[in-house]
């Protein structure tokens, strides 16, 4: 498929060996409220939710977050999973997703977390959840609790459960892993000074702080096989400017969390040691407004921190943060900022995005207004499904 007007968005590419048909990826949301909450199965409901935006042409479709195991952090509350974790249960489901959005030509990533550490949810740690982290940290939501910090026996657990997930997803027909290593989760508080401060091999300097997710990789490709994609979610900063204060501004502050340098420098570790792509955006829950940027954000504002790591790194970039505009989007890649954007929201809002802009029908689109309402406020409030304000039928 080409389209004159947007000719880079409609044009083939690879990840690692695996190539997709156009640089349109639908980017990770959460839809726990879909999954039950303690068989781990994969209900028809969120199968349909994703083969509706294969049917709209995305080149890639990257599922929401299941955690691999939940045993070290026990992410529960009364008995109740807080996320979906990946156990044999959902591989018929997932087999079957994987059959349905390949038959649109749309490429099929689960999202792999390790867990929330020290941004688990409040009520849940009222409720009796000890949180874990990387170091003794302050839970993000209840300050006055200190996280648990992982033992390297628990750490080498999570490791192996990358592994086995990696085995599990590989041999139903999903094409490929994400690793969810952004927004001040689990894995980013090991790459993260201001929350890691381990002495062990998991700590240190940038590189021992990145191991964590490095042997999560060398685990998945050992159990895989080199030739299955892995790609990193990745932080490109953090926008904290002190505990619990975050900036709407690049500049002007001393960066309390990763600043563009060292994420850059970062990036090209993480593409040595074998990812195949990296998947930036910014921001973190200090800093909410970057990782899930609402209506006050200008779109693609994220664009700028982001172009710079096509300067270091050679594997390619898959850009996130308010990119529902066409012309933008288009625009990002024919710069060479990215190589392939990612949509969320605006695919809760329209999950025709992708086939509307190939047919030059960028008029008929049902934009995203950033009002957080149906994605974010109703899940999290009332534990109700993902749905979108302008939207209803999502």
């Known amino acids: 498929m080409s389209n004159s007007n947007y000719r880079i968005l409609f044009e083939p590419m690879k990840i690692g060996s695996l190539e997709i048909k156009n640089r349109i990826a639908m980017a990770p949301v959460n839809l726990t409220n879909l999954y039950p909450p303690q068989e781990g199965t994969f209900p028809p409901r969120v199968i349909d939710y994703y083969v509706e935006r294969a049917k709209g042409g995305v080149g890639l479709i990257i599922t929401g977050v299941f955690k691999v195991e939940n045993e070290v952090e026990n992410y529960q509350k009364n008995g109740i999973r807080?996320?979906?974790?990946?156990?044999?249960?959902?591989?018929?489901?997932?087999?079957?997703?994987?059959?349905?959005?390949?038959?649109?030509?749309?490429?099929?990533?689960?999202?792999?977390?390790?867990?929330?550490?020290?941004?688990?949810?409040?009520?849940?740690?009222?409720?009796?959840?000890?949180?874990?982290?990387?170091s003794p940290n302050q839970a993000f939501f209840r300050p006055q609790v200190t996280c648990r910090e992982l033992t390297t026996d628990e750490i080498q657990r999570l490791i192996e459960a990358f592994g086995r997930a990696g085995q599990m997803v590989a041999g139903i027909g999903?094409?490929?892993?994400?690793?969810?290593?952004?927004?001040?989760?689990?894995?980013?508080?090991?790459?993260?000074?201001?929350?890691n401060r381990r002495k062990d091999r998991f700590g240190g300097d940038l590189r021992g702080r990145l191991t964590f997710g490095i042997e999560i990789l060398g685990q998945i490709k050992r159990m895989t096989g080199k030739n299955f994609p892995v790609t990193f979610r990745y932080s490109i900063k953090h926008f904290i400017r002190a505990p619990w204060k975050s900036s709407l501004k690049p500049e002007g502050y001393e960066e309390n969390g990763r600043d563009i340098s060292e994420s850059l420098a970062g990036a090209e570790i993480l593409e040595k040691a074998g990812y195949d792509a990296l998947h930036a955006d910014a921001g973190c829950y200090e800093a909410f407004y970057w990782a899930h940027p609402p209506t006050y954000q200008p779109d693609a504002?994220?664009?700028?921190?982001?172009?710079?790591l096509k300067k270091r790194v050679s594997f390619p970039i898959i850009a996130a943060g308010k990119l529902g505009n066409p012309q933008l989007a288009e625009q990002a890649l024919r710069e060479g900022a990215a190589d392939?954007?990612?949509?969320?929201?605006?695919?809760?809002?329209?999950?025709?995005?992708?086939?509307?802009?190939?047919?030059?029908?960028?008029?008929?689109?049902r934009p995203c207004i950033g009002c957080h309402e149906g994605c974010f406020r109703l899940p999290a409030q009332q534990s109700k499904p993902a749905t979108c304000s302008v939207n209803p039928v999502c």
């Not at 044999?88 to 099929?108: M, Q, T, Y």
């Not at 392939?340 to 689109?365: C, H, N, Y």
């Open 301 to 308: 504002c994220t664009i700028d921190l982001i172009r710079g």
């Open 82 to 134: 807080i996320w979906p974790v990946l156990t044999p249960n959902a591989l018929p489901g997932l087999a079957e997703l994987a059959d349905r959005v390949h038959n649109f030509g749309a490429k099929l990533f689960i999202q792999l977390s390790a867990g929330p550490g020290r941004v688990a949810r409040g009520d849940v740690i009222d409720a009796g959840f000890q949180p874990v982290s990387s």
């Open 340 to 365: 392939m954007i990612a949509l969320g929201r605006p695919l809760l809002a329209d999950s025709q995005w992708a086939e509307k802009v190939f047919r030059r029908q960028e008029t008929d689109i």
């Open 174 to 195: 999903v094409d490929g892993i994400e690793i969810h290593g952004h927004e001040g989760y689990l894995i980013d508080q090991f790459n993260t000074a201001l929350w």
